[in-house]
């Protein structure tokens, strides 16, 4: 009975991820396609044509870049911000620390377009001009409470016991940190700047009412829809998953390397 039920788990998670895949296996498979009309929506005919020239479409690349860039400086402002955030949070006891725990979740169970119209209303009322920066502040304000959870999680789990150790041998609070502190909590870390990576690139609701006249990709997608789906966009849809895939095998490995050597030691 315990073979069948941990065979049908393994089944059902197989079924489960295959059902999450379909829509990107979707993605690749008519990014080789060659439409005879504005819209991608039927397969015609295999070509590379896409492959050969992503940038071949207007604005395509350029929007891309600005999504790719803000998503950048999005994640460091959230990374850094989240994780002082978040160890102060556990470390330290301060008046209000109850309601600040309590308000870091709002952002995650508010709908986007609540926060995307008080951003907006936030902005007209102080007088800034919709653009890259508006959109900059916007990302790394929605972005800051999944760091924060992120980090604070792996925070809460640490051994205070190692940072004792470390200032029992004479480690100043700098090198405490450095070689102890922060390589524990890195992993934490790195999951948060993921995840505030992801949200920021893919974001569109709140995009969409901070931007002005800023186009980011989701916006240059969502605008092509309109007129016609071009099969670029499904070439950059492709390569995003295969990058994100390539980094997810390569983080297992490195863990999986980690664990060995620290079995055998």
Known sequence: ?????????????????????????????????????????????????????????????????????????????????????????????????????????LPMAMPEVVMAASLLTLFLNLGARLGFWTVLIAHIMFCLSFVVTAVKARVMSMDPRLEEAARDLYAGPVQTFARVTLPIAAPGIAAGALLAFALSFDDFIITNFNAGSTVTFPMFVWGSAQRGTPVQINVVGTGMFLIAVVLVVAGQLVSNRRRKSATTD
């Open 1 to 105: 009975m315990r073979r069948i039920r941990h065979g049908l788990v393994a089944i059902a998670g197989v079924l489960t991820l295959g059902y999450l895949l379909v829509p990107n296996l979707v993605v690749m498979v008519y990014s080789f396609n060659k439409p005879n009309g504005r819209f991608n929506y039927a397969w015609q005919r295999f070509s590379l044509d896409a492959w050969k020239d992503p940038c071949s479409v207007a604005d395509l690349c350029g929007s891309l870049a600005l999504s790719l860039q803000i998503a950048l400086w999005a994640t460091l402002g959230a990374t850094v911000l989240g994780t002082m955030i978040a160890f102060a949070l556990v470390r330290y006891r301060f008046r209000a620390r109850g309601m600040v725990n309590s308000l870091i979740f």
